[in-house]
């Protein structure tokens, strides 16, 4: 049998590739989308921060006093009126307008007998001391009887000053001497009316030295006081019936 040889295959290798005389560059790597996502995060805490302050700001402006804030703090409330419960510590003050006075007089009281004064004449001779007090009553004002104006002023009429007592003072008032006719027992209501007799006589007397005129200032003085303490600018007092 004959043995054939066979010549082996020559061997075709694949060409070599081409080497480029310029390095190519490495990809990128995914940590780029990273550095994206952290760039996202710091903006969106970027606009909170100046969302935040401009926020900030805007309290800021307008916790600002404008003028006319200024204004209104410098402006006085308005006045209000004169209510119950002041009109009630009015009526408390009443006491303080009254004027008390001391007067005395000498009167005579009898009856006019003519020429037989000696047997039936009956008089007496009397000093008479009272005290006299004269005040305004204003007991009966109520929260109608006053006004206020826009600018504090209060305007009230109360009554006209008038004698509220008078008080004989019986240690000091005593008969001087008393004359009756030989033939009279005297009349027992003869020293009362002298005594009522120098009670007007003291009455007139205390208004004429001005004691109603005092009592009405003091009236007017003690009202002013009081309103003025309560924050009114003035008070004007009328006084009349």
Do not use: C
Not at 59 to 75: K, L, N, R, S
Not at 183 to 199: N, S
């Amino acid at each position: 049998m004959t043995m054939m040889k066979t010549r082996p295959e020559e061997r075709q290798d694949a060409p070599a590739p081409a080497v480029s005389p310029h390095p190519q560059p490495a990809p990128r790597r995914s940590g780029s989308g990273l550095l994206i996502g952290l760039s996202g995060f710091f903006l969106a805490v970027l606009l909170v921060v100046v969302g935040f302050v401009a926020w900030s700001a805007r309290g800021i402006v307008d916790a600002i006093p404008t003028p006319a804030d200024i204004a209104a703090v410098f402006e006085p409330e308005p006045f209000t009126d004169v209510g119950p419960v002041v009109v009630s510590s009015v009526h408390d003050l009443g006491s303080l307008t009254t004027v008390e006075v001391v007067e005395y007089t000498i009167v005579e009281k009898g009856t006019d007998a003519g020429w037989l004064a000696w047997a039936r004449g009956d008089s007496l001779r009397m000093i008479a001391v009272a005290r006299i007090g004269a005040g305004v009553d204003i007991s009966g004002l109520t929260p109608g009887d006053f006004s206020v104006s826009e600018d504090g002023v209060v305007e009230v009429t109360i009554p006209s000053a008038e004698i509220q007592y008078v008080a004989v003072d019986n240690d000091a008032t005593e008969v001087l001497d008393r004359d009756m006719g030989l033939f009279t027992k005297g009349d027992p209501q003869l020293e009362g009316e002298a005594r009522r007799v120098a009670e007007t006589v003291l009455v007139d007397a205390a208004i004429a030295d001005g004691v109603l005129v005092q009592a009405e200032e003091n009236a007017t003085t003690v009202l002013t006081n009081f309103l003025v303490s309560l924050g009114y600018t003035d008070v004007v007092v009328n006084f009349g019936n």
